[in-house]
């Protein structure tokens, strides 16, 4: 009889939050977003907090309630609504986009089944017929719960590492 102790229950969670990560970048990639939003908890939260250049590290790096974007569930709904009508100008026409997701650190958190993760990724973007694309590098916390082998994100926050956007607008999910 196999025993599965907790260290081997958190590896083997590690591998699926890593083929998760993978997953919903694919997802994105392709413009599935109704399938990426069956990955997201009722009580997900999606931010990305402004940064600013005085320090790096410090607290003032991230002003307290200073956000580009801070969407709930019900935001992100309508967000994927207006994308689907064709009259979201900011992706009109849609962007295509590679992600690569790495340097993923998982740990538990104090609540059971739910893991704090780190990433980075970095988005190539390119719209329509334009000769020029953007590279999108952030680093991203994530909150990710693990129940019976499938993974849930319940709160992502990314973390650009530009201070000024070279991107047009941020009409993607990152």
Partial sequence: MLVINDKMLDQINVSRISQFLGYEAMLLDENRLDE????????????????????RGGPDEYPVGAYRVRDDIAMIR?????????????ETPPSRTVRVVG???AEPDKETDVYQVKSAIL???????DESSDLIPARRCDTIRVVGGDCTLLKRTVLLADTVLRTPNLGIFL
């Fill in 78 to 90: 309508k967000r994927i609504d207006r994308l689907a009508t064709g009259e979201a100008w900011a």
């Fill in 36 to 55: 990426w939003f069956g990955l997201l908890d009722e009580q997900m939260v999606y931010e990305i907090p402004i940064r600013l250049t005085e320090s």
């Fill in 103 to 105: 340097s993923i650190f």
């Fill in 123 to 129: 988005i190539y973007r390119q719209r329509a017929q």
